[in-house]
């Protein structure tokens, strides 16, 4: 099966990269906004959607946790994909000519201690890929960019230093969204449940919606918290635990979080990607 996969950003963004490497068969299809690539899919213009959840640097990407839980949309995967921060610039630039630097405002605070050595001038970009557009197009050996490689190759860019990023741990998580559900049999290895929930207005609903992960063995992996509609007091959870949500002993757990909740719902049951279980093999703890 092949198709069109969504993402948001521009032709050469770090989302157009994982697009290619999980799905390289599938047309990539940009999108200006995270609103505009949920929209491909729920108009069945893009079969499948690449949309970052969270980076290891920056926390979490807070626009997707407000848009999934209405979407109707399924996670029917996830990615993890290395980060590196390439700083280009026209042919014919060099580090002795350019002075200034344009990117997103994670990539930039992601670059800080290149930047300060290099003394240049930080510019905010709508994003990665974008700015080296911008860059190729302004045809000025005084401005650069930072973006993926893959945006050089688009753009036509000269690298002029590579993988800048201050951070070497630097990963990007993505999740792979759908318009209809995955098909994982209960019991399957490896799998992770995603799920949001709103609790009772009642004291210590959250401690007693949580206990029943705690007593039937749950390993809850994330557990988030966010206003919704502009109320201190409305305030929704994203959370992913191990397992499959039809397990008898996750089942358990869902009953008595559904007692305690207002609103509880499943994003989507999904194969665990590989890069989790290096995380645990090298976790001191374990």
């Not at 899919?41 to 290891?56: D, K, R, V």
């Amino acid at each position: 099966m092949t198709g069109r996969i969504a993402f948001q950003g521009e032709s050469g963004a770090n989302s157009h990269i994982a697009c290619k490497e999980v799905y390289p068969d599938w047309t990539p299809m940009p999108c200006p906004t995270f609103e505009d690539a949920f929209a491909a899919l729920t108009e069945g213009e893009a079969q499948l959607g690449m949309i970052p959840i969270e980076n290891s640097v920056a926390g979490r990407v807070a626009d997707i946790h407000h848009l999934l839980p209405t979407s109707g949309l399924h996670i029917i995967g996830e990615f993890f994909l290395p980060i590196h921060h390439q700083l280009m610039a026209i042919k014919g630039a060099n580090l002795a000519t350019i002075k200034t630097v344009q990117s997103h405002v994670q990539a930039l605070g992601q670059c800080r201690r290149t930047l300060r050595k290099l003394g240049l001038t930080p510019v905010l970009g709508a994003d990665t890929a974008g700015s080296a557009r911008q860059i190729a197009e302004a045809n000025d050996p005084t401005r650069a960019a930072i973006a993926p490689k893959l945006a050089s190759e688009v753009y036509g860019l000269d690298i002029l230093a590579e993988n800048i990023e201050d951070e070497s741990h630097n990963t990007t998580r993505f999740i792979i969204l759908a318009s209809e559900p995955a098909v994982i049999a209960p019991g399957t290895a490896d799998c992770v449940t995603s799920f949001v929930f709103r609790v009772r207005n009642i004291p210590a609903a959250l401690y007693k919606a949580m206990g029943g992960f705690a007593t039937n063995g749950v390993n809850m992996t994330k557990l988030e918290s966010y206003m919704i509609e502009g109320h201190f007091t409305a305030t929704q959870f994203y959370a992913e635990v191990d397992g499959h949500k039809d397990e008898p002993h996750l089942r358990r757990a869902f009953e008595e979080l559904a007692f305690f909740s207002r609103e509880l719902t499943v994003l989507g049951v999904y194969p665990a990607h590989p890069f989790r279980r290096n995380l645990r093999d090298s976790d001191p703890a374990e």
